[in-house]
């Protein structure tokens, strides 16, 4: 008997720090995921398996993120941040090149992106300095804490890679704002960005500069750059109220739509279940982002609500730029749709994210007066 008590608390203490709800709703999406998976790959099941087990792995490696407490993120912010930095010096330095960017550092056999890591080493090293600074906040603060993201950001561009760029930098814009940066400095800092765009064009890549022309007019170029575009617009207007039907998607079955498993996933979604389904895509997509801003607002400490609130709008930033370039209202930069598309990146990118949210929930304080 004694045995079997000690088991059972065990037992309630590791699944006492999952939060049932996102557990559901992002199970939910990547059910959905290998769902659309199956008939975006053409029937594929070694993508499946492949897909199964990219989860699998994000598992568990959040159930190990669950159990890491928010004080143990404050004491190793500062060095994770600088590992992070160093480590994308590393790559402009010696980082492997793959068609035409250098994104990639390899040790030995394993090869990986250091600008994964930015990902949350940037918003812990944020929420690390805005509780530090709690309760003498000044102008000077936000502007040290805009260096801070605009380092890993200049270097992730460099690469270059736009689309992690943006979400590293939109996760320490967010954070920005969490932490009481004024409207009127907002405004201030919208209108000097916009009067900066003639230099930022200037500095963009030819590929990046004609994302942005495509967008613009797709059909000044249909069978090349405005190709993704376009034929994602044609999947996801045929698909109507209700959708051809799972396995019915005729663009992606006849090869029309590129990247059909990763980036455009969900034109094959789209064009499968029609507005109906898509309406309820976001439904889950709200209900996850709402529970993100929920435990944020219950957070314990400074740290935590800011750094929980910095992840669940990076996950709503990830969901509305992938949806926005698919639907052809925001320019192609390679963002994958949160839990729905293939890759093994993208999952545990996530999944971190959703396990450093339930230590947060877990650490709150049991009564909140």
């Known amino acids: 008997m004694p045995n079997t008590i000690n088991i059972g608390y065990w037992v309630n203490r590791f699944l006492g720090r ?3 709800w996102l557990l559901a709703f992002s199970g939910a999406l990547a059910v959905l995921g290998l769902v659309v998976l199956y008939s975006a790959s053409g029937q594929d099941m070694d993508r499946v398996g492949d897909q199964l087990r990219n989860i699998a792995i994000a598992l568990l490696v959040m159930c190990v993120v669950v159990h890491l407490s928010p004080k143990w993120l404050e ?3 500062v060095p994770l941040y600088v590992l992070g930095v160093l480590m994308l010096i590393a790559v402009a ?5 793959r068609l035409g960017a250098r994104r990639w550092l390899s040790v030995g056999p394993i090869s990986f992106q250091p600008s994964e890591l930015m990902k949350f080493a940037l918003p812990i090293m944020l929420a690390w300095y805005f509780q530090k600074r709690e309760g003498r906040l000044h102008f000077f603060d936000f502007c040290v804490a805009a260096l801070i993201v605009a380092i890993p950001a200049a270097l992730i561009v460099r690469q270059p890679d736009l689309g992690t760029a943006l979400l590293v930098s939109a996760s320490g814009i967010y954070l920005l704002f969490l932490a009481g940066l004024s409207w009127k400095l907002i405004i ?3 209108v000097l960005a916009g009067a900066s ?3 930022a064009w200037s ?3 030819d590929y990046q500069r004609q994302r942005v022309l495509t967008l613009l007019d797709p059909a000044q170029d249909p069978l090349g750059a405005g190709y993704h575009i376009i034929q994602a617009t044609i999947a996801i207007g045929s698909g109507g109220s209700v959708g051809k039907g799972w396995l019915h998607g005729t663009q992606a079955h006849l090869d029309f739509l590129p990247e059909r498993t990763t980036d455009f996933i969900f034109a094959v979604f789209g064009e499968e279940f029609g507005l109906a389904g898509n309406l309820s895509l976001l439904v889950v997509y709200l209900c996850l982002i709402g529970r993100g801003l929920y435990i944020a607002l219950r957070a314990a400490t400074p740290f935590s609500r800011l750094l929980a609130g910095s992840i669940t709008t990076t996950f709503f930033t990830y969901a509305f730029v992938n949806m926005g370039m698919v639907s052809g209202i925001l320019p192609v930069v390679g963002v994958p749709l949160p839990l729905v598309s293939y890759g093994g ?3 545990l990118t996530i999944m971190i994210g959703l396990g450093i949210l339930m230590s947060i929930h877990a650490h709150r304080p049991l009564v909140q007066g």
């Open 188 to 190: 201030g800092m919208g």
């Open 203 to 205: 500095m963009l890549h």
């Open 75 to 77: 004491q190793i912010a």
């Open 93 to 97: 330095l010696f980082g492997q090149v």
């Open 197 to 199: 765009l003639p230099l």
């Open 18 to 20: 999952f939060d049932g």
């Open 345 to 347: 990146s993208s999952m």
